[in-house]
C-alpha cells in the first residue's frame, strides 16, 4: 500500500460512479473502515454502524428502491428546479414523475460496486440541538458524515473510490425491512466501493475567497 500525502488525498478524492470489475478484498475493507472509525461524533457516542452488502441481489434491490428518487430528481431537474430542495418545493405534477426516466447512471453504481455499505446512525445517541426549530433538522448529520467521508478519504488513499449516495433514503422503511435495521437507527448514506474506472486527480471546487467571510456572513471575503 502506497501511503498518499494527506493534502493530496483531500484534494482528489471524487465522487465515483464507475467501477471496473477489479475485486476489493475484505482485508483492505477492513483497513479502511479502520482508519474511518475514528471519525468524530457527538459525544464521541459512536452510533454508526455499517452494513457490508456484498450480495448482488441485495444490491440490486437497493437500486430499486432509490428509483422512486431518482424519478422525482430528473423531473425536477428537468422542470428547472432544485431537486429536492426543502425551500422550493416541487410543481411537477405525480404523474409526471412516475413517467419520468432517471438516467442508468444514477442507479448504476449501487449495481456495479463490488462492495455497497449502507450507513446507519443510532437516533437514541444523538444530540440534536436543531430539533426545534422551524426548519429540517441537519445537526445530526455530524455524527455520522464525517465517518462517511472518512471512507471515501480512506478508499482514495487504497487506490479505491466511491460515492456518498442517498436516493434510498426516501425509501426508509423498506431500506430498514431489506436489510433488518431497528426502527430507532436513520438510514444516512449508501456507498458504492469500487476500483474507479477512471480517477480524478484534479477537482474544480470554488475559492476560499467565496465561501468564508470574516466575522458576519456578509462579511469581507476571507483568503486569497
Known sequence: MVIMELYDVMRSTSAVR??????LPDDVLDRILDNARFAPTGGNRQGVRIIVVRDKDTRLALADLGLAAARRYAAQLANGEAPWNPLQPT????SD???TEPPAQMSA???EAQVVLVACLDLG???ATDQDLDRIAVVPGASVYPFVWNVLLAARNEGFGGVL?????SEEQ???ALLG???HFAIAAVVPLGKPVRQVTKLRRRPVSELATRERFDGASFGG
Not at 410543481?91 to 405525480?94: H, K, N, R
Not at 449516495?165 to 433514503?169: A, G
Request: aromatic share 4%; proline share 10%.
Open 18 to 23: 464507475e467501477f471496473t470489475d477489479d475485486p
Open 91 to 94: 410543481a411537477v405534477s405525480a
Open 97 to 99: 414523475i412516475a413517467e
Open 109 to 111: 453504481p449501487l449495481r
Open 125 to 127: 445517541v444523538v444530540a
Open 165 to 169: 449516495t442517498t436516493m434510498v433514503v
Open 174 to 176: 423498506r431500506v430498514k
Open 181 to 183: 435495521v431497528p426502527d
